[in-house]
């Protein structure tokens, strides 16, 4: 998997879009009061993610206040040098057919005659609600956050509001399983009343809540552990464990060590079990010392 990367220009030409793109709408809001009409509002477009194969390239751009996906199915389409700079991929696909139409997802792939790019052959990702146990769950609009920073390629800190919350999201179809699994242990954690994990905030979609993709959670603050914390992590498992959740995944950056204490994250491979298994727990706990004295980095968001 590999994340956008912005080079120096790139950072530099999206900074001056924004400025001129302020200009522009306060311009364009005082056309009417002296008499003239308002010019159409000029497009913004911004890839938001990527994911390369050896010749299959998925990208997810912000159409103005859409979110739409390109599916590349040619890697000569794209030189070697274009495909991760978001500013070259937008120079180059804007120039496809079909590109100025409606659309949600556009295929693209090399003909006979040529370049040639169809609409809506696959539909965009989407969380299964039906699936899941979330009755009083809120829906937030992901172009209503603004990232703050990135932790990882799935994982950002945003902004709603005054509120600043962790976003976690499935910026393609491949990574709807694990998020579908991990919001369905979210809502066995909250239904059995688990401290020491995250607190699930709000569901997160793009357009319409049929479309949702990622899900926000609280912000915790506080610090990796060492071997000298392993006590209050196992505690902290074992707790887990008696709320009826095997975490799957322990290492030394699924915890944090808080004022209220150590806390689990990522419940990705997490599975639920009706009853407690002391054995289970132990067995989970095997190799725990090793795994909070490594330094490789395994694990980190």
Same mark, same amino acid.
């Given at each position: 998997?590999?994340?956008?990367?912005?080079?120096?220009?790139?950072?530099?030409?999206?900074?001056?879009?924004?400025? *001129?793109? =302020?200009?522009?709408?306060?311009?364009?809001?005082? /056309?009417?009061?002296?008499?003239?009409?308002?010019?159409?509002?000029?497009?913004?477009? %911004?890839?938001?993610?990527?994911?390369?194969? %050896?010749?299959?390239?998925?990208?997810?751009?912000?159409?103005?206040?859409?979110? #739409?996906?390109?599916?590349?199915?040619?890697?000569?389409?794209?030189?070697?040098?274009?495909?991760?700079?978001?500013?070259?991929? *937008?120079?180059?696909?804007?120039?496809? @057919?079909?590109?100025?139409? !409606?659309?949600?997802?556009? +295929?693209?792939?090399?003909?006979?005659?040529?370049?040639?790019?169809? &609409?809506?052959?696959?539909?965009?990702?989407?969380?299964?609600?039906?699936? *899941?146990?979330? @009755?009083?769950?809120?829906?937030?609009?992901? /172009?209503?956050? +603004?990232? &703050?920073?990135?932790? =990882?390629?799935?994982?950002?800190? #945003?902004?709603?509001?005054?509120?600043?919350?962790?976003? $976690?999201?499935?910026?393609?179809?491949?990574?709807?399983? =694990?998020?579908?699994? !991990?919001? =369905?242990?979210?809502?066995?954690?909250?239904?059995?009343?688990?401290?020491?994990?995250?607190?699930?905030?709000?569901? #997160?979609?793009?357009?319409? $809540?049929?479309?949702?993709?990622?899900?926000?959670?609280?912000?915790?603050?506080?610090?990796?552990?060492? +071997?000298?914390?392993?006590?209050?992590?196992? %505690?902290?498992?074992?707790?887990?464990?008696?709320?009826?959740?095997?975490?799957?995944?322990?290492?030394?950056?699924?915890?944090?060590?808080? !004022?209220?204490?150590?806390?689990?994250?990522?419940?990705?491979?997490?599975?639920?079990? %009706?009853?407690?298994?002391?054995?289970? +727990?132990?067995?989970?706990?095997?190799? /725990?010392?090793?795994? *909070?004295?490594?330094?490789?980095?395994?694990?980190?968001?």
């Amino acid at each position: 998997m590999l994340g956008i990367s912005y080079p120096f220009q790139w950072q530099i030409w999206h900074a001056l879009w924004f400025l *001129l793109l =302020s200009i522009a709408q306060g311009v364009n809001s005082l /056309l009417p009061v002296l008499g003239w009409p308002a010019a159409a509002e000029p497009n913004y477009e %911004e890839v938001l993610s990527l994911d390369l194969e %050896e010749n299959d390239f998925l990208y997810r751009i912000r159409r103005n206040s859409r979110i #739409v996906y390109v599916s590349i199915l040619d890697g000569g389409i794209l030189p070697p040098d274009y495909r991760t700079d978001g500013y070259l991929v *937008l120079a180059k696909l804007q120039n496809i @057919p079909k590109w100025n139409d !409606e659309w949600k997802t556009l +295929t693209v792939r090399n003909t006979a005659q040529g370049v040639k790019s169809s &609409i809506d052959e696959f539909s965009p990702h989407r969380l299964d609600l039906g699936q *899941l146990d979330h @009755p009083f769950a809120i829906f937030v609009n992901f /172009l209503d956050l +603004t990232t &703050i920073s990135r932790i =990882s390629y799935r994982l950002s800190r #945003v902004r709603y509001g005054d509120e600043i919350w962790v976003l $976690k999201i499935a910026r393609f179809k491949h990574e709807i399983p =694990s998020l579908q699994h !991990e919001v =369905s242990i979210y809502s066995k954690l909250m239904a059995s009343g688990y401290p020491l994990a995250p607190k699930f905030i709000a569901f #997160v979609y793009e357009e319409t $809540k049929n479309r949702t993709v990622g899900f926000l959670m609280e912000e915790v603050s506080g610090r990796i552990p060492g +071997t000298q914390d392993f006590n209050d992590c196992a %505690e902290t498992v074992r707790l887990l464990h008696e709320h009826g959740i095997v975490h799957g995944d322990l290492n030394k950056h699924n915890f944090l060590v808080t !004022e209220e204490g150590v806390k689990l994250f990522d419940f990705e491979v997490s599975a639920a079990k %009706e009853d407690a298994d002391p054995a289970a +727990t132990e067995e989970e706990l095997k190799g /725990l010392v090793a795994r *909070l004295e490594d330094e490789s980095g395994i694990g980190r968001h």
